[in-house]
């Protein structure tokens, strides 16, 4: 596996705040890779580093084998960011907002095709400030790969959509994954970093207190199940027997029977408290 | 800080392909600049008539002559006015970067390939663009309703050029470090329209230079703008203006070494003060 993002040691101190207390991380060419962590915990401050936004105190940290704290505009163009909020280019269209930006790059892909990928043809002719929110968003992210990146940076990308409109969203995500774009995705939806993430981390108090596949992380996988019925609920790590045992005794059908492991959400709420 | 040596970096591609040129890239800002100005219908409207309504209420207001000069009052504005619309870079990128910078405009292209010289040329070539428009239309008027007469030197048309030309790059120059200014893009307006109305009344685009105390000419003095007005009073009012000049002349030297000195120092402001960030994003 090659390396797309390498971090040693990286700190960053805000007046008497350390945002950032000494994170390593490694994320391989391919991966989508979930960055969680509630806010204030050093998460942005993190991604911004390696965007190449913000300078570091101290550690190593490589991008696409550059340092992004001295950022080139070779470098530049094999990196693609989705800003978490953006209330520019209003008054240009879709089309030509796409376009203005493939000129910026050595090798853009085909802003037509691009908008297409977004799902945006039918508002190509429209102006950025007609459309709703969500279609800015994909305006966004037509605007983070026009220049073909072989890394995507994704803030929060999805804060304020409807489901249905998440759902399509992710689906473009998935698409860009398999072409093979390495993607560093932050979210609060968990059930987001679940969707898209081959592996996660979080994020708090400037540490990564958790690393993993999004189905293992923080012992999901060997975590007691909690098996509930009319009448009463129980915790174990057999439940398939507790279920059976509980058919026996009602002769069949159980009444409101739910088998439930940890989600996602209870492990995180877990680690980002402990 | 060290460089990473225990894992091999993704490799970079052997020839990695030619980058679009800086100067095309400022042309495709401009482009791109101009065609969303323009989009902006009341902004439009309001910068072009702005100078056209003052041009129109103070040349009817004060029709007389001026004594001993064969010059009418709106013939001072006319120059006067051509003056401010020289300096409208200044209100124009002060006010239009710190809203780029506010709505995150900055904040995204940064993080695309495109060299900020190129964002700079695009708003400079812009800016050029609509002072040129608003001086045209200026003279288009002044010569149909207001007894203009051009100049028909082409001494003066030079001289016309470099004020005009010295005059943008050092008022966009200024406006550019003046733009670091505002905390936000909302207050941009008021932060930075002030100044600029206060320095038209002190330095003679609405009041003639010599009615004014000479406490307040000699603060007009460190800006650009009063010596613009002063070159192009001595473009459009020649040799029969001479005598409105407190200097009794139009001191063209100084107006170039001043010009000149903007040009410098605000290029040096920019280099020194220039954020791509807004405050609050540390």
Known sequence: ????????????????????????????????????????AGKSTTVEILEGYRRRDSGEVSVLGTDPGRPTREWRSRVGIVLQTAGDVGTMTVRETVRHFAGYYPLPRDPDEVIERVGLTEKTGKRVSELSGGQRRRVDVALGVIGGPELLFLDEPTTGFDPEARRRFWELIQGLAHQGTTIVLTTHY?????????????????????????????????????????????????????????????DGEVPELTVTR???EDVYLNLIES | MTQITTTPPVSVPAASPAMPSTLKLGLSRAAAETRMF??????????????????????????????????????LYVAGLIGSATMTGFQNLGIGIAMDRDDGTLRRLAGTPLPPVAYFTGKALNTLFISSVQVAILLAIGVALFDLDLPSAVSDWLTFAWVFVLGVLGSSLLGIAVSSLPRS???????????????????????????????LTQIAAIFPLKWMCQGFRAVFLGEGGVTLEPANSYELGRVALVLGAWVIGGLVLCLTTFRWKSRSDG
């Open chain 2, 38 to 75: 323009f989009r902006q219908r009341d902004a439009v409207i309001f910068t072009f008539s702005f100078p056209i309504i003052l041009l129109a209420i103070f040349g009817s207001i004060f029709s007389d002559g001026l004594e001993g000069t064969g010059l009418t009052v709106s013939q």
């Open chain 1, 190 to 250: 968990l059930d987001e970093a679940e969707a898209l993430a081959d592996r996660v981390a979080v994020i708090a108090r400037g540490r990564i207190v958790a690393e993993g596949e999004p189905s293992t992380l923080g012992g999901r996988a060997t975590a007691k199940a909690t098996v509930r019925w009319a009448g009463g609920s129980v915790e174990t790590g057999t439940p398939t027997r507790t279920v059976m045992e509980l058919t026996r005794r009602f």
């Open chain 1, 262 to 264: 940890p989600s996602l």
């Open chain 2, 185 to 215: 893009g909302k207050s941009a307006s008021a932060v930075i329209a002030m100044p600029f109305v206060v320095l038209q009344f002190i330095s003679g685009v609405f009041i003639p230079v010599r009615e004014l105390p000479e406490w």
């Open chain 1, 1 to 40: 596996m090659t390396t797309a993002v390498k971090v040693r040691g990286l700190t960053k101190r805000y007046g008497d705040v350390q945002a950032v207390g000494g994170i390593d991380l490694d994320i391989g060419a391919g991966e989508v890779f979930a960055i969680l962590g509630p806010n204030g």
